[in-house]
């Protein structure tokens, strides 16, 4: 099927064929067609299935009309859980609606300058693309009209309440008129995903479809066992110097460890920076601007960057923590085995940790095959974690060496690898500070430190996405 089949305005064809595709994905078939109908849609879908053109080219398809209100304000808004996301939704909106007249798009996100966003929202605007802490501030300040909004998309929603914009996201659609088209994206659409989707929607169609093998294919998994902090510091100093490597995004569990990691591979002699939620935006930018140009070989990272990065020469996902979340493995991952291209994704775990490599497994379907590299054995074997394909329930033995301090078991009680002197020559908890392996990512700048929860009755994160 050609992209002209479905419907779509002439130009809107034209730049989506410009760009280089001839054929639309299994979501895109399904989600266009009934966004021009003017349906609600629940839609799930993994990255990479191309969803960001499933919902933008029907709205790109309407805007080539003039709206029968009058008024200033967004056509289209679509709300996303950070900053590279934003950008990457305002980049694609600009590509696809290039040969529309008269087209204006206008990324409203954090980290950057209010009053430039707020002079941009006081002129005829047709598409918003915001995260909810901004948008929050705008509407606040009574900068923004919703009066003439058609279509509301919600896009990676699941991620957007783990995050803790639940108030900020019901007190935005608040705002919009009631007979807008709702178009909810989300890789799940279940539990505290589903009951939002319950209220903010009418009628909806579900539409769900699930990761095509073949993108499973192009990239390479497998585990690391390491003894301790330094340990792992070992395998990831060898697996950097891998010759095939051509640029890494390491992902760490903190802000901190980040921006320690850092300094340390530089240290080391490794082209290496950090990316994460508390970096302004000019910095975070002219960071993924050294990476897309090839000047910086490894991107140490939170999982702010685990969505909306797409630089093709990222060769390597490593993942020096992992994932507090399975669902989060898989945005990890995909940030390689870009555009056609063969990716290879290494997580470095603890003897202990393997029911998050359990979970990772019966949420992908796969098995991830355990590595050894010669020299840097580990020397505590674990059994075969209980996960995909297997019958019975294996344990580990204890690993020989600890993780930190004082707890009796061998693992520590403050969380992280080492022990308080262990890492960058710091007296506190390497990798951890207090939080272990699962620290949330995410405070705003000059706000207090505290996590925020899943649904936390306060604004989480705000503008540090």
Avoid: W
């Avoid at 909806?204 to 585990?223: N, V, W």
């Avoid at 002219?286 to 702010?304: C, E, I, K, N, S």
Wanted: glycine share 10%.
């Amino acid at each position: 099927m050609a992209f002209a089949q479905l419907g779509l305005n002439p130009f809107v064809v034209q730049a989506v064929e410009a760009s280089g595709y001839t054929e639309p994905t299994a979501v895109q078939i399904q989600a266009i067609p009934a966004t021009l109908e003017g349906v609600d849609l629940l839609v799930s879908s993994q990255t990479g299935s191309g969803k960001t053109a499933a919902f933008m080219l029907p709205c790109l398809h309407r805007l080539a009309e003039p709206s029968a209100l009058p008024g200033r304000g967004p056509r289209v808004l679509v709300l996303t859980p950070t900053r590279e996301l934003a950008q990457q939704v305002t980049r694609a909106a600009e590509t696809y609606g290039k040969f529309l007249k008269r087209l204006r798009i206008v990324a409203a996100v954090g980290g950057a300058p209010l009053h430039v966003q707020a002079k941009l929202l006081s002129q005829p605007v047709d598409v918003v693309v915001a995260t909810p802490g901004r948008l929050i501030d705008h509407l606040e300040r009574g900068r923004i009209d919703f009066s003439r909004l058609e279509t509301l998309i919600l896009d990676e929603a699941d991620r957007m309440l783990d995050m803790g914009f639940i108030d900020d996201i019901e007190a935005i659609i608040a705002r919009t008129p009631q007979n807008r088209q709702t178009l909810l994206f989300s890789a799940t659409l279940e539990g505290v995903v589903g009951r939002l989707a319950q209220r903010v929607t009418k009628n909806a169609r579900r539409i769900e479809i699930t990761t095509a093998p073949e993108l499973k294919a192009k990239i390479e998994q497998r585990i690391h066992f390491a003894d301790d902090f330094s340990h792992k510091s070992r395998l990831l100093d060898h697996l950097l110097r891998d010759t095939e490597l051509s640029q890494a995004l390491v992902f760490t569990a903190t802000k901190k460890s980040a921006d320690d990691l850092a300094v340390q591979l530089r240290g080391e002699g490794f082209s290496a920076e950090a990316l994460h939620g508390d970096m302004n935006q000019r910095d975070r930018n002219r960071t993924l601007l050294a990476l897309r140009q090839g000047r910086t070989r490894v991107l140490v990272a939170t999982d702010v960057a685990a969505r909306g990065i797409d630089v093709p020469g990222i060769s390597h996902v490593i993942n020096f923590d992992l994932p507090r979340q399975a669902e989060d493995y898989v945005h990890r991952i995909g940030r390689t085995g870009r555009a056609g291209r063969e990716g290879i994704a290494i997580s470095l775990a603890a003897h202990f940790e393997k029911r998050q490599i359990r979970d990772i497994e019966r949420y992908t379907a796969q098995a991830i095959r355990v590595g050894v590299i010669p020299g840097l054995e580990p020397k505590a074997r674990p059994a075969r974690p209980e996960g995909f394909g297997d019958k019975r329930r294996t344990s580990a033995p204890r690993p020989t060496g600890g993780y930190g301090k004082g707890n009796g078991n061998g693992y520590g009680s403050k969380g992280g690898y080492g022990d308080r002197k262990a890492a960058f020559g710091e007296k506190r908890t390497s990798l951890g500070e207090k939080s272990g392996f699962g620290h949330r990512e995410g405070t705003r700048p000059g706000s207090d430190k505290r996590s925020a929860p899943s649904g936390a009755k306060r604004r989480a994160y705000g503008n540090s996405y």
